[in-house]
């Protein structure tokens, strides 16, 4: 049985999200670019990549949930971002985003360093949804991993037979790969073993305490 989550994308185009990370489209160029609560096309351009985690973290907060440079806002507040003197981000760091989904929006939000397979399923079959560290390239799943780790996904919950798990990727190229359900033996390559853990999402929690 899947989680009743709503599946979002960092960038504000879900159709024009292949054209940004396969076929090097300029995001500044994504005229959807305002409904994220960016202030400008350049700010849009330059954080969208980056917010995978905030985008989880939207999808977790379900209807009603802040845009998503209102989150990033947020999470840098409490330095679950970083930027070094050459402009280049750093991030998510899974403590201070841990707090910050905790105090700001009152999720019991969980960092787990190690997380085994057995970790990772046993939080989905408590309730929890995962933001579980994957290779971005677990959208093409049919292609042998290039690494582990790199960019987060929303894992829900396992899939009916128990053997894989579905999970929301933020920056899936088609619906089937930004909602995708994957057997485990498929999924692990691309995996870090790490994450933060969230409370089941409801598409109707409420938001900001």
Known sequence: MTCHVPVGTQFATPELVGAIVEGGLDP?????????????PAEYARWAGHLCGMTCLRMALGAGAPPLFALRDGALAYGAYTEDPDGAIRGLVYAPFARYASEAHGL???????LSPTGLLGLLDAGRSVMASVHYGIRRPERPAAGRGGHLVLVTSRTADGEGVHFHNPSGTTADTR???????????????RGVSLPGAPADRPTGV
């Open 179 to 193: 909602a995708a359900e994957l057997p485990w033996a498929v999924f692990e390559p691309f995996f870090a073993g």
């Open 108 to 114: 019991d939000a969980v960092v787990h360093r190690e």
């Open 28 to 40: 500044a160029e994504d005229p959807g670019w305002a409904e994220s609560g960016a202030a400008s």
